[in-house]
């Protein structure tokens, strides 16, 4: 089974500031992966697809890149709705699984 | 507007059963595969289960095969998750969502979620 490891758990940023998140498998997944935005008692919104396809309504600021087991997520400039709890997620092959979560709290 | 709605969740004693239910609306159902994912409380996300658009396969998390068995009705725009032999550690919320796909096929990623029903495992 794939395992996928994100980094950091925890990131503390500014209004304005940019920000990268890494998500790393434990084998190739090829460009199969997708990020994910979650604020507390709501669904998780799909942000980026295919490690670097953004979202339909999606803001520009999110952006996605990686192929292989190496993948970050990067918010360019932070907003005050972007804090929230991020996840990446394979979907290579089943069973498909998440990273830990990335919780991006403000300094 | 797409929409999936959860239904069945509650409290159950382990090693109780539930079935829990996804009715999705403003889509059509049939072309779309579909998975459960959960959330156990404080938690990060898992994904449970996965069953394609005409229900010739299905896939399970190791945490729950045997146990727990993904079906649906396309004719009644509905799947469903029954889930046996509960334990403690399947207390979670458990959102249905699916894999988003274009014309030309998967792109994957799971682009419409429901927005979960709880199911509480305890004695």
């Known amino acids: 089974d794939i395992q996928m490891t994100q980094s950091p758990s925890t990131l503390s940023a500014s209004v304005g500031d940019r920000v990268t998140i890494t998500c790393r498998a434990s084998?190739?997944?090829?460009?199969?992966l997708a990020w994910y935005q979650q604020k507390p008692g709501k669904a998780p919104k799909l942000l980026i697809y295919?490690?670097?396809i953004l979202e339909s309504g999606v803001p520009s600021t999110f952006s996605g890149s990686g192929s292989g087991t190496e993948f970050t997520l990067t918010i360019s400039s932070l907003q005050p709705d972007d804090f929230a709890t991020y996840y990446c997620?394979?979907?290579?092959?089943?069973?498909?699984?998440f990273g830990q979560g990335t919780k991006l709290e403000i300094k | 507007e797409v929409q999936l709605v959860e239904s069945g969740g509650g409290l159950v004693r382990p090693g109780g059963s539930l079935r829990l239910s996804c009715a999705a609306s403003g889509l059509t159902f049939s072309r779309h595969s579909i998975n459960w994912v959960r959330q156990a409380p404080g938690k990060g996300l898992e994904w449970v289960s996965y069953?394609?658009?005409?229900?010739?396969?299905?896939y399970y998390a190791a945490s729950v095969e045997g146990r727990f068995t993904i079906s649906r009705d396309n004719a009644k725009n509905s799947l469903y998750l029954q889930m046996n032999s509960l334990r403690d550690e399947d207390t979670a919320i458990y959102y249905c969502?699916?894999?988003?796909?274009?014309?030309?096929?998967?792109?994957?990623?799971?682009?419409?979620w429901g927005q979960g029903t709880l199911v509480t495992v305890s004695s």
């Open positions: 969502a699916t894999d988003k796909y274009d014309s030309r096929g998967l792109l994957g990623g799971f682009d419409n």
């Open positions: 997620q394979h979907y290579d092959s089943f069973p498909y699984s």
């Open positions: 295919k490690a670097s």
């Open positions: 069953i394609t658009s005409t229900s010739v396969y299905t």
């Open positions: 084998q190739s997944i090829s460009h199969w």
